[in-house]
């Protein structure tokens, strides 16, 4: 039975996308994708309880693709959000354009400072390139499309994007994270807002690997992945005690690992999980649906809204006094570098078969809850939406925008069955 159902999912879409190759970055073949995935995944945790994140199919590894080229449908919806302003980082942005140029000179000066031989740490170049010569393989395999750079092009790349960021990272250290002397305080929000975009990763792997040989003894035992979280956090929640790092983060860029710092806690999980399955068993009784009822009308239907202090995507529903039901939901703050924050990582979900949409659940919620510039109105009144766009309408326009040709399944939603419930 499970040698079968691994049939269906590597036999059936690859032979479709083989066929009609065209249909690849389709919205029906996206949605069809993930209905077969979520089918296997009910098999196998019926066979063996089996976790496909942590199993390997017929004794093979994983699949290492990790970064991606947008599709187009979705890229179409809003194009420069996925294109980085000032900066390349990796292989498909490499070299493009006048207005990258720039950067690639500061990117230079930063490698040939980091290998100068004044420098503390010691660090010999033959060293550092040997090491990156051995993960050039695995690091090209982390990228979808193939590479059409020589070794040696990929190489290079590798270690002046990897030591530019490496550096960047731990000259803003040296300044508790507020600014870097070696670039101009404008470029600090766009570098940010570019370092995080689906399609302009370095494998973590590679950082991490450059970070370890040219850390010296005299430097702090602050990781990179902190250090990385640290240089990301103005993306994050404004309320400090919402900042914390969590333990519970994958790595495989950083885009990633931003992603899966903002996750529900495992306990939120196994809360979820079991919700899913205790209303999966209904069946057809249960009256499943992907949207929520908006802000005002759920005041009209006499819920409670109220800020709640948890993590982002934590959304909770319980019955508050006299029955009343209380929806308690963690602030939302809205600038101009949230749409391209949130739209990444739903490409993100989107493209990789091994992440559950937890960012595209919560913004499918969002979207049901704000239908007008009323519905911002009343949630900034309380106080779960703040924004710094000018008008409560741009901010309605920008949330529903956000799930605009998205592929989703409203039984992967960890919120499903909480919006069910909102809806009776």
């Known amino acids: 039975m499970k040698s079968n159902a691994t049939q269906v999912v590597f036999v059936f879409v690859p032979d479709l996308v083989v066929l009609y190759p065209a249909m690849r970055n389709t919205l029906f073949c996206r949605l069809l994708s993930q209905t077969i995935t979520r089918t296997f995944h009910s098999i196998t945790e019926k066979v063996d309880g089996g976790d496909l994140q942590g199993s390997n199919w017929g004794g093979k590894e994983r699949h290492p693709v990790c970064i991606y080229k947008v599709p187009m449908d979705i890229r179409g919806v809003e194009p420069k959000a996925y294109s980085p302003r000032i900066i390349s980082i990796g292989p498909y942005h490499h070299g493009e354009e006048e207005r990258l140029q720039k950067m690639e000179k500061l990117k230079k000066q930063s490698f040939h400072r980091l290998f100068q031989s004044t420098q ?173 009822r908006s802000a005002t009308e759920l005041g009209e239907a006499g819920f409670i809204i109220k800020k709640d202090k948890a993590r982002l995507l934590h959304i909770d529903l319980e019955k508050g006094r006299l029955n009343k039901r209380v929806l308690k939901i963690p602030p939302l703050y809205i600038d101009d570098y949230k749409g391209t924050l949130f739209r990444n990582m739903v490409a993100f979900e989107q493209c990789h078969r091994e992440c559950k949409p937890y960012v595209t659940s919560y913004l499918f919620f969002f979207d049901g809850l704000i239908n007008s510039a009323e519905d911002v109105e009343l949630l900034h009144h309380k106080k779960v939406i703040h924004h710094s766009l000018g008008r409560d309408k741009e901010v309605a326009k920008l949330v529903n925008s956000l799930c605009k040709e998205i592929a989703f399944d409203g039984y992967e939603s960890y919120l499903q069955k909480f919006v069910a419930d909102a809806n009776k």
Request: aromatic share 8%; hydrophobic share 35%.
């Open 120 to 292: 503390p740490n010691g660090v010999k170049l033959d060293t550092v390139k040997n090491a990156m010569e051995e993960l050039e393989q695995e690091a090209r395999s982390c990228y979808e499309d193939e590479i059409k750079i020589s070794r040696e092009d990929f190489v290079e790349m590798m270690l002046v994007d990897g030591c530019f960021v490496i550096e960047l990272l731990r000259e803003l250290k040296q300044h508790i994270f507020r600014y870097a002397p070696s670039i101009q305080r404008w470029m600090l929000p766009t570098l940010r807002r570019d370092m995080i975009m689906l399609e302009n990763q370095l494998a973590f792997c590679v950082l991490q690997k450059l970070f370890d040989l040219t850390s010296c003894s005299t430097e702090s035992n602050t990781s990179l992945r902190d250090q990385a979280l640290h240089f990301f956090a103005p993306l994050r929640q404004r309320d400090p005690t919402l900042n914390c790092i969590s333990k519970e983060v994958t790595r495989r860029h950083f885009l990633d690992l931003f992603r899966s710092n903002i996750l529900p806690t495992v306990e939120e999980k196994n809360k979820r999980s079991d919700s899913y399955k205790n209303t999966e068993t209904k069946g057809m009784e249960t009256n499943l649906t992907n949207t929520m």
